[in-house]
């Protein structure tokens, strides 16, 4: 019942791993040598890696909020459900899915016009701040980024949550004294990772207008860029 999830566990952490370095190394670099700049090629090469692994995050944790209600709900079937075939065309559909998301928010930015150098209101290249930067018109790019970063988002989470509502009726039902608590503990560590990546995304990207800020932004992207992938071998040791 283990190796699915050591599989997925295991491309979770290599995600963790790039999305923590496509961010962070280009920021400690400029804090050694106090030169706060970024050429446009690696601002873009930034922006993709950031895209990608950020949706890879939320894909995989669908792809194990399924693997866990396979588990549990139909545990006899487990084997032939989870099959290696099918979790490693899981695992290809995420990655190719997450791909091509980040390559067409890429490729909508080189299409845009930036007059001036500006300055990035942010620690990493991230689509918004680097839109604000545009004098051309990004009104694709937005309903772009509202669409297919709504989708990425929001639609891995509901998978999430069918998922754990079909878990916990099936909890609900067992009768055996300590089942239901060895049942829940199974996928105790995931939904805490759960709640603390999407708690913070939803903080970032959800929230209105009115009580946004540029430090709140950074505040929130520091969280799911460096301290949830530090907390994710801990949670699931």
């Known amino acids: 019942l283990h190796q699915p999830m050591f599989n997925f566990l295991a491309n979770l952490s290599l995600v963790d791993m790039g999305l923590t370095s496509s961010t962070v190394t280009k920021m400690l670099v400029n804090v050694q040598t106090r030169r706060h700049t970024i050429s446009y090629a690696g601002c873009l090469t930034q922006m993709y890696f950031f895209l990608m692994f950020g949706d890879l995050d939320s894909f995989f944790l669908a792809v194990m909020a399924y693997d866990r209600y396979v588990a549990i709900c139909r ?21 190719v899915l997450t791909n091509a998301i980040a390559l067409t928010h890429t490729i909508l930015v080189t299409q845009l016009s930036f ?10 290249c991230d689509i918004t701040p680097v839109l604000k930067l545009s004098c051309s018109d990004t009104h694709i790019n ?3 980024d509202y669409a297919m970063g709504g989708t990425a988002l929001i639609v891995p989470f509901i998978c999430i949550v069918i998922s754990y509502i079909h878990i916990v009726v099936a909890i609900l039902r067992v009768r055996t004294p300590g089942g239901a608590g060895k049942a829940f503990s199974t996928c105790s560590s995931h939904l805490c990772v759960v709640c603390v990546f999407y708690g913070t995304l939803f903080t970032a990207y959800l929230r209105p207008h009115s009580v946004a800020s540029e430090e ?3 505040a929130t992207a520091a969280v799911y860029t460096v301290v949830i992938p530090m907390l994710n071998p801990v949670i699931y040791r």
């Open 75 to 95: 545990p006899l079937h487990y084997s032939t459900v989870m099959s290696p075939h099918v979790c490693t065309l899981l695992l290809t559909l995420c990655w």
């Open 115 to 124: 007059c001036i150098t500006g300055e990035i209101a942010h620690f990493f």
């Open 142 to 144: 937005n309903l772009v």
């Open 216 to 218: 709140m932004d950074i």
